[in-house]
């Protein structure tokens, strides 16, 4: 089973600026999409962003022209850059990978999707 590692989080002022990146374990072949979701406390975990390995892109209305998501398939790794921060912006990020591939060109296997551990990102006012 693989596994996703998250880092970038912190605490920022409302118009800052943040990057968060997410590994996959090597032991992943390819993800088809990978994608950035978060929950505030109190709230329903909620989609920010995703792209699938062709790069399209689809972003939560509340991100849009603020979020920037992007992805290397050859180290199976998403980021998710956050520019213009608010308040409200203020979750724990979890990153999504949907369509988990493991094995080889020749020979693949499909796997579970995944979730990672999450990432607090703060944002004061």
């Known amino acids: 089973q693989g596994q996703l590692v998250e880092s970038g989080g912190g605490l920022v002022q409302a118009g800052g600026s943040l990057r968060l990146s997410c590994a996959a374990s090597?032991?992943?072949?390819?993800?088809?999409?990978m994608g950035w979701y978060r929950q505030a406390p109190g709230k329903q975990r909620e989609l920010v962003a995703t792209i699938t390995s062709g790069g399209n892109s689809n972003y939560a209305y509340s991100v849009k022209g603020r979020f920037t998501i992007s992805r290397d398939n050859a180290k199976n790794t998403v980021y998710l850059q956050m520019n213009s921060l608010k308040p409200e912006d203020t979750a724990v990020y979890y990153c999504?990978?949907?369509?988990?591939?493991?094995?080889?060109?020749?020979?693949?296997?499909?796997?579970?999707?995944?979730w990672g551990q999450g990432t607090q990102v703060t944002v004061s006012t």
């Open positions: 999504n990978a949907a369509g988990v591939w493991y094995g080889s060109t020749n020979y693949r296997t499909s796997g579970s999707d995944l």
């Open positions: 090597t032991s992943i072949f390819s993800i088809n999409t």
